[in-house]
C-alpha cells in the first residue's frame, strides 16, 4: 500500500490479514477538529476517530454522556474536511443508537452528513441485531467492546475488564458476536493483555487495543492525552508523547505581555494608507473637525 493511499475497510483489515505481505499493526487516534486532523493525517495514522471523548476534552462535559449528535457532526465535519488518507470513524454517542431505527438514522447522519466513513458503537452482543441492521444498510461499524465509557459513570467507574474467568468470557463472545453480525473491526478498551490477546487471535477482524496491552493488531489512544491537553482523567495506559499545556500558556502570556507593553503589533504587523491619500484625510479632518470624516471624504 502506498503512502498516500486512502485507508478503505478492505485495507485495513489487509493490514491485520498481512494480504500479499502487507501486513503490520494499526495506528489509530481520536481527533476532533480540523487543525488536528490535518496534522494526524500528515503523521500518517491509519485511522482518525471521532470520538466521543471530544465530549469531554473539547467540550468540558465531565462524562460522555451529554455529548449530542449535533456535536458530533459538527466535529465529524470539520475533521473530513483536514484529511484524505485515514479511514474516519464517528463515534455513535449515548442513547443515538438505542433502538434499530435511531441507529440506522444516525449511523446514516455519520456517512451522510459527517463526511465519514463508518462508524463505532459501544456495547457487546447485545448490540449485534443494531450492527447486523447498519452493516446491511452499507454503515461500516467498528464495535467496542471491554470498558465502555458511557456506562462506567453509572456501573462501576473505569475499571479493567476480563481480570476473572467470567468477565473473560463475556470480552470473548461480545468479540465473537459483534465480528459474526458484520463488525469489520474493534475496539478493546481496558481489557487484560491476555484476554485481548485470545481475542486478537480468535477474530479475522483487526482489533484496537487501549488499556488493553501490546497483542492487539493496533493502538489508539486519545489526543488530548498524546498531547498533554487534558489532566482531569489519567488513565494508566496514557502516555504524554509531548507536553503542549505549558508551552501554549508561555506563548500565550508572551502575546499578553506584548499586548501590555505596547510591543505588538510591530509595523511590519500593520498596513498602512498611500501618503497622497492620508494628505487628504487630515486636511479633510482638519478643516471640517466637526463632520463625520468618511461621509465627507
Ligand atoms: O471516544 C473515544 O475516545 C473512544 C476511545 C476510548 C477509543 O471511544
Redesign the pocket.
Known amino acids: 500500500m502506498s503512502q498516500n493511499e486512502k485507508i478503505t475497510i478492505d485495507r485495513l483489515i489487509g493490514l491485520k490479514r498481512g494480504i500479499n505481505g502487507s501486513g503490520r499493526r494499526i495506528a ?1 487516534i ?1 481527533v476532533y477538529d480540523f487543525p488536528f486532523a490535518r496534522l494526524a493525517d500528515r503523521a500518517g495514522m491509519d485511522l482518525l ?1 471521532v ?4 465530549g469531554m476534552v473539547t467540550l468540558g462535559y465531565d462524562s ?1 454522556i451529554p455529548v449530542s449528535m449535533t456535536e458530533m457532526l459538527t466535529m465529524s465535519k470539520a475533521v473530513s474536511r483536514g484529511t484524505h488518507r485515514p479511514l474516519l470513524v464517528g ?1 455513535m454517542p449515548f442513547m443515538s443508537f438505542a433502538s434499530k431505527q435511531d441507529a440506522l438514522t444516525n449511523g446514516g447522519l455519520f456517512l451522510k452528513e459527517g463526511g465519514m466513513d463508518a462508524v ?1 458503537l ?1 456495547g457487546g452482543s447485545e448490540y449485534a441485531d443494531i450492527v447486523r441492521a447498519l452493516t446491511r444498510a452499507g454503515i461500516p461499524v467498528m464495535g ?1 467492546v471491554g470498558l465502555r ?1 458511557q456506562r462506567a459513570k453509572f456501573w462501576h467507574g473505569y475499571r479493567i475488564e476480563g481480570k476473572d474467568y467470567r468477565s473473560a468470557r463475556i470480552v470473548i463472545e461480545d468479540a465473537l458476536e459483534l465480528e459474526s453480525a458484520g463488525a469489520f473491526a474493534l ?1 478493546l ?1 481496558m481489557v487484560a493483555s491476555e484476554v485481548a490477546k485470545v481475542v486478537t487471535e480468535k477474530v479475522s477482524i483487526p482489533t ?1 487495543g ?1 488499556g488493553s496491552g501490546p497483542c492487539c493488531d493496533g493502538q ?1 489512544l ?1 489526543l488530548h492525552d498524546v498531547l498533554g491537553l487534558y489532566d482531569n482523567l489519567k488513565p494508566r495506559f496514557a502516555k504524554k508523547y509531548i507536553d503542549l499545556s505549558p508551552l501554549i500558556i508561555s506563548a500565550l502570556s508572551k502575546f499578553k505581555d506584548d499586548v501590555l507593553v505596547g510591543k505588538y503589533p510591530e509595523k511590519r504587523h500593520s498596513a498602512s494608507m498611500e501618503s497622497s491619500e492620508l494628505d487628504k484625510l487630515q486636511r479633510v479632518s482638519k478643516a471640517e473637525k466637526d463632520r463625520p470624516v468618511v461621509s465627507e471624504a
Open positions: 489509530a481520536t476517530l470520538g466521543d471523548s471530544g460522555t463515534d463505532k459501544e467496542h465509557p475496539v478498551e484496537i487501549i489508539i486519545v
